[in-house]
């Protein structure tokens, strides 16, 4: 094993000697031609035709061709009448024209809950969250009746009774349906978050 060693020692001490060649390459020249690309406008196109009137004739020969208001029997100092009463009943909240608005807007619902510790305390101590759904009737007065669970998730935590118990507490601008305040049914969703 020394004398291997040794004779590889000797072999690199003697061809120490290492000769380097640099070869020069040429390279081909690259031109990059700049072309001038003329700007595109985009073509407006007309439009559509108008569709084309078709005048119907009526049935009715006595019909005056160019009745003006002037002409007719109504006088304005008349007053027009009254609305036709409100159909007795709650009307749905989808149907009526002025819808009922939380007084303080929905943030008012999670405040009561919050200032009236509402939270169920049994969902509090395990850190659960929950929602429920409160179906109720907003009066003429904005006054919350027939306050109902729709829906409750998780059930039996109390999600529900203390949805019933926030929404029973809120004042309503009420709902008005042909410039009279009417009943209208409603619900509302509520979320209780876990802090």
């Keep these: 094993m020394i004398i291997a060693l040794f004779v590889i020692t000797t072999v690199f001490l003697v061809s120490k000697e290492f000769v380097m060649v640099a070869k020069t390459v040429k390279v081909a020249e ?5 072309e001038d690309i003329p700007i595109t406008h985009q073509i407006k196109r ?7 009137s078709i005048p119907i004739e009526s049935d009715d020969p006595d019909l005056a061709d160019d009745e ?21 009943g709650i009307v749905d909240f989808f149907a009526v024209e002025e819808k009922p608005e939380i007084v303080g807007g929905a943030q008012a619902i999670y405040d009561y809950i919050q200032k009236n510790k509402l939270f169920p305390s049994m969902a509090q101590t395990s850190g659960v969250g929950g929602v429920c759904i409160i179906r109720f009737v907003v009066d003429e007065t904005g006054t ?40 209208v049914q409603m619900q509302q969703v509520i979320n209780f978050k876990v802090n």
Excluded: C, H, N, S
């Design 144 to 183: 919350t009746t027939d306050v109902t669970i729709y829906q409750e998730r998780p059930e039996g935590l109390g999600f529900g009774e203390a949805g019933v118990k926030a929404m029973r507490a809120m004042k309503f601008k009420p709902g008005r349906q042909r410039d009279r305040y009417v009943k």
């Design 46 to 52: 007309p439009p559509p035709p108008a569709r084309p």
């Design 30 to 34: 690259v031109i990059i031609k700049v």
């Design 68 to 88: 003006t208001i002037d002409d007719t029997d109504w006088d304005v100092g008349d007053e027009p009448p009254p609305p036709p009463p409100a159909e007795e």
